[in-house]
């Protein structure tokens, strides 16, 4: 049998329906976040001979985050799909969390490297950031698509973005875990509403 850890909470759901999905596009969309998801769940960490341990360590978690939001990514297409869900989707891009915004405002390694990279070029972004190291949102999922932005785009450094402690390291695979549980609350939703549009 195969081994089901780390799937999405409605992956069951899914399972049975998807047979019934007319929707090319949102079969592809479900079937990739689905495993990206489990990739980004089961991810514990690098293997990298010959370079230092918290170096690795600091690019595992930078990694675990890139994972998390390509899942994120997938699934935020799926919601498109279903207006119902659309009309919800400020629910779905903001993670407010005030003990992780605590946590993550002391890396100031971090700020600076958001403040300063020319990966984080989008306005708004840049803004959210902005009054997120100022103590006026605690809104870490800004945090999280700056620091995906800079792990993809090729500014990230573990030592730049301050994840040289098993602290810090920590607080960013917090913040992994925290976009995966939006991620699986958005499938969800995605799910009812493709299992209510079947009853139909």
Known sequence: MKDE???PTAYKRLKEIKKRIENE???KTLNRFTYRYRIARAFVGINAPDIGERT???????????LAYSAFDEIRLTRNAFPKIRLKKGEYTKIVNENLANKLRENEELEKLLRIATAVKNPSLKNDIELF???QNNDVMC???GLR???AH???TAAGAGLTTKRKQKQIDELANVVLDMTDDIALECVSQLEN???G
């Open 5 to 7: 850890h780390n799937l």
């Open 25 to 27: 596009e949102i079969k």
């Open 56 to 66: 690795v360590r600091g690019y595992a978690v930078g990694m675990k985050l890139l």
């Open 133 to 135: 190291f100022q103590n």
């Open 143 to 145: 945090i999280a698509t």
């Open 149 to 151: 932005n800079t792990f």
């Open 154 to 156: 090729g500014v990230f």
């Open 197 to 199: 549009n079947l009853k």
